[in-house]
C-alpha cells in the first residue's frame, strides 16, 4: 500500500443531494447498480466506428505512474477495439474528491482507482456497477485470485471493485544491529514482549531500539492480529457499522505497550509521517520500525552498503494470539461507473481482465512491490527471479497466506474511514505524550468515532 496521509473530510451534504438526485431518476439499487449493467449482450446492441475510449482516473504518481503507463500502451498496442486514457489526478484523497464533484454531471471516468478506505462510500455512492455483475455475465474464473485479497472488497458475496495494489505491513529490522546486540536475525521476535526486549538490546551506541509511525493503519493491524474487530457488525460487513470500538481491550493492551517503550525511552516518538521512520531507520537512527510491503525494495535501496534488511511479521500482542487473525490488506482497487453507456463499462471490465493476467500482475509485483492479486504470476519467470533478488518479500507472502479469513481480518469498513484514522492517531498521540491515559484516549476517540457513524449513516439512510 502505498501509504497516504488522509486529512481531508468529505461533505455530507454533497452525498445527500446526490442520492436525493438518484432517487429522482428512479430505478438505482441500493447495492449500486443500475439497469445499465455493462454486460456482454448490452454492449453487442451498442456499436460504433472505431475503438471505444474509456478513462481512467488514478493516483500512481513518480515511479508507480511510469508503471501504469506501460501497462495502458501495451494494452492498447495489443487490440483496436478498446482505447484506455490513464488520468492522474492526485493522491487518493483528490481523486476521490473530484469524483464526488462529477458525480451526476457526466464528466467523471469510466473507472477510477480508489484507496481501501474509500470502499464504503463507493459503494453507499450508488455510482457503481459491482464487478459481480461483468464476472457472472462473462463467467469469469476468480479461483486463481488471492482470497485474503478478494475478501475486502466482498461483500454478501458479491465482489464490489477489482483489486489492483494490494500490500500489507511488516516490521523492518537492522540485521547487522540484531548481530551486535546478540539477537538471532535469522530468527525475529514474534510477540510484543519478545520485540519490548529486542528493543531494550537494540537500544545503545547512539541507536534506538524501535520506532513506530502513528499511523491508524497500524491500530487496525493489531486488532486484526488479535482477531478482533473495529467496528460493531462484523467490521461493518453484516450491516452498516454503528459503533467503534476502538477504546476496548486489543487497541488498550497494544497502545499501553506502545507508550511504555517510548517512556523507557527504547522506542522513538517520530509522529505521523512514515517517511520519518523510514529515514530514521535507513540512517540506522533506529534498528526496527514498520511499514507497507510496497516500501521493502525503497528501503533495501536506501540501506545498500550500510546494513542488511531483514522482515518479520507483525507480531502478536501475546502468545496466545498465536494461530489468530493475521494482517489486514491495504491498497486500492478498480470501480467502474454506472452513468456510462453499457458498451463502454464493458470496455473497462476488458481492460481489467487484461491487468489481472498472471503476466501483467508479475510485471506489476516486480515494478512496484504490490502483490500479484493472482495465485498464477507466482509462477511467472520475473516473479520467481524477482523473489531470489528480494527474499524479504517472502514474509509479506507467507502473512498474507497465513491470516484466517474472517470479519476481523477482512477488515473494517465505514463512510467516515479517514476521518476515524484521523481521530485515532489524535488519540496515539495523546497517550504517547501524556495528555491522556490509553483507554481514555482511545474511549474518547471511539465515542467521536461512534457519533460520526451515525451522522453518515443518517445521510445515507434519511
Known amino acids: 500500500m502505498k501509504i497516504n496521509r488522509s486529512r481531508q473530510t468529505w461533505s455530507l451534504l454533497s452525498l445527500c443531494l446526490f442520492l436525493f438526485l ?20 448490452d454492449a453487442a446492441s451498442e456499436t460504433s466506428s472505431g475503438p471505444v475510449k474509456i478513462v481512467w482516473w488514478h493516483s500512481m504518481s ?12 501495451k494494452f492498447n498496442d495489443s487490440q483496436k477495439d478498446v482505447q484506455v486514457e490513464a488520468i492522474f489526478q492526485g493522491d487518493y484523497d483528490a481523486s476521490i474528491n473530484k469524483f464526488k464533484t462529477s458525480m451526476g454531471s457526466g464528466s467523471g471516468p469510466t473507472m477510477i482507482q480508489t484507496y481501501d478506505v474509500g470502499t464504503r462510500y463507493m459503494i453507499d455512492s450508488q455510482a457503481i456497477t459491482p464487478m459481480q455483475q461483468f464476472i457472472d455475465a462473462d463467467k469469469f474464473d476468480t479461483s486463481q485470485f488471492e482470497p485474503n485479497i478478494l475478501k475486502y472488497y466482498t461483500f454478501d458475496n458479491q465482489l464490489y471493485s477489482m483489486p489492483f495494489n494490494t500490500s500489507n505491513p511488516i516490521f523492518y529490522y537492522n540485521k547487522d544491529a540484531f548481530k551486535k546486540a546478540g539477537l538471532d536475525p535469522e530468527n525475529p521476535p514474534k510477540t510484543l514482549d519478545e520485540w519490548e526486549k529486542a528493543a531494550k538490546a537494540l537500544t545503545k551506541d547512539g541507536q534506538t531500539g524501535m520506532s513506530l509511525p502513528i499511523y491508524g493503519w497500524l491500530m487496525e493491524q493489531m486488532f486484526a492480529s488479535q482477531d478482533a474487530t473495529l467496528l460493531n457488525n462484523d467490521n461493518g460487513r453484516t450491516a452498516l457499522a454503528t459503533e467503534s470500538q476502538l477504546g476496548t481491550e486489543p487497541g488498550v493492551k497494544f497502545l499501553t505497550w506502545w507508550k511504555k517503550l517510548i517512556d523507557e525511552k527504547y522506542m522513538l516518538n517520530l509522529g505521523r509521517k512514515t ?64 452513468d456510462k453507456p453499457a458498451a463502454e463499462q464493458q470496455a473497462a471490465w476488458k481492460f481489467i481482465k487484461f491487468l489481472a493476467e498472471p503476466e501483467q500482475q508479475a510485471y506489476w509485483h516486480v515494478n512496484t512491490g504490490y502483490f500479484p492479486i493472482t495465485k498464477a504470476a507466482y509462477n511467472e519467470d520475473l516473479v520467481k527471479e524477482n523473489m531470489k533478488k528480494y527474499p524479504q518479500f517472502e514474509t509479506a507472502v507467507d502473512q498474507l497466506h497465513n491470516t484466517k479469513i474472517d470479519p476481523a481480518t477482512q477488515g473494517a469498513v465505514m463512510g467516515i474511514f479517514t476521518e476515524a484514522r484521523q481521530l485515532t492517531e489524535t488519540a496515539i498521540e495523546e497517550a504517547l505524550n501524556g495528555s491522556k491515559q490509553p483507554q481514555a484516549a482511545l474511549s474518547d476517540a471511539a465515542a467521536q468515532i461512534t457519533q460520526k457513524l451515525k451522522d453518515y449513516n443518517d445521510s445515507v439512510n434519511p
Open 22 to 41: 438518484a432517487a429522482c431518476g428512479g430505478g438505482q439499487s441500493t447495492t449500486g447498480s443500475t439497469a445499465s449493467t455493462g454486460t456482454t449482450a
Open 275 to 338: 517517511d520519518d521512520t523510514k529515514k530514521a531507520f535507513a540512517a540506522g537512527q533506529v534498528a526496527v520500525t514498520m511499514d507497507s510491503t510496497a516500501s521493502l525494495r525503497g528501503l533495501i535501496s536506501s540501506t545498500e552498503g550500510k546494513f542488511e534488511v531483514g522482515t518479520a511479521p507483525l507480531p502478536k500482542v501475546s502468545s496466545s494470539d498465536i494461530g489468530k487473525g493475521g494482517v489486514v490488506i491495504g491498497g486500492a482497487s478498480l470501480w467502474i461507473m454506472n
Open 62 to 73: 513518480g515511479d508507480l505512474n511510469k508503471v501504469v503507463d506501460e501497462l495502458v500502451k
